[in-house]
């Protein structure tokens, strides 16, 4: 996760007319930034919940994700073995749900953060 939402530029845009939503939405950042914290989440109890010997971290994956913001390059977590099944954005699937898209706008929006 290299970048962070910024939200003097997000609210610069918001000011010029960029679309929220759609393809370069304002908030298609935001969506990626929350997604890929969600996933390190997971691989964190995952290897927490299955401490098997030598089997780690071990870097990550990219996919072209499309969601109703846009779409965007999203990093997901990998184990050694290969053992480690992400349930937010599963293995080859490359559309997040509308749901998912809508629960993070509103957590975010109710000040939740992964911070």
Same mark, same amino acid.
């Given at each position: 996760?290299?970048?962070?939402?910024?939200?003097?530029?997000?609210?610069?845009?918001? #000011?010029?007319?960029?679309?929220?939503? !759609?393809?370069? !939405?304002?908030?298609?950042?935001?969506?990626?930034?929350?997604?890929?914290?969600?996933?390190?989440?997971?691989?964190?109890?995952?290897?927490? &919940?299955?401490?098997? #010997? !030598?089997?780690?971290?071990?870097?990550?994956?990219?996919?072209?994700?499309?969601?109703?913001?846009?779409?965007?390059?999203?990093?997901?977590?990998?184990?050694?073995?290969?053992?480690?099944?992400?349930?937010?954005?599963?293995?080859?699937?490359?559309?997040?749900?509308?749901?998912?898209?809508?629960?993070?706008?509103?957590?975010? &929006?109710?000040?939740?953060?992964?911070?």
């Amino acid at each position: 996760m290299a970048t962070t939402f910024d939200f003097e530029t997000a609210l610069k845009q918001l #000011q010029s007319g960029q679309a929220l939503t !759609g393809e370069n !939405g304002i908030l298609t950042p935001l969506i990626k930034q929350l997604t890929e914290a969600a996933l390190e989440a997971e691989i964190e109890n995952y290897i927490e &919940a299955n401490p098997k #010997q !030598g089997n780690r971290r071990n870097g990550y994956t990219r996919k072209t994700v499309k969601s109703t913001s846009g779409s965007f390059e999203l990093e997901t977590p990998r184990d050694r073995n290969g053992e480690f099944e992400p349930q937010l954005v599963k293995k080859n699937q490359t559309k997040l749900s509308e749901e998912i898209d809508n629960k993070i706008i509103s957590l975010y &929006a109710l000040g939740m953060s992964y911070r």
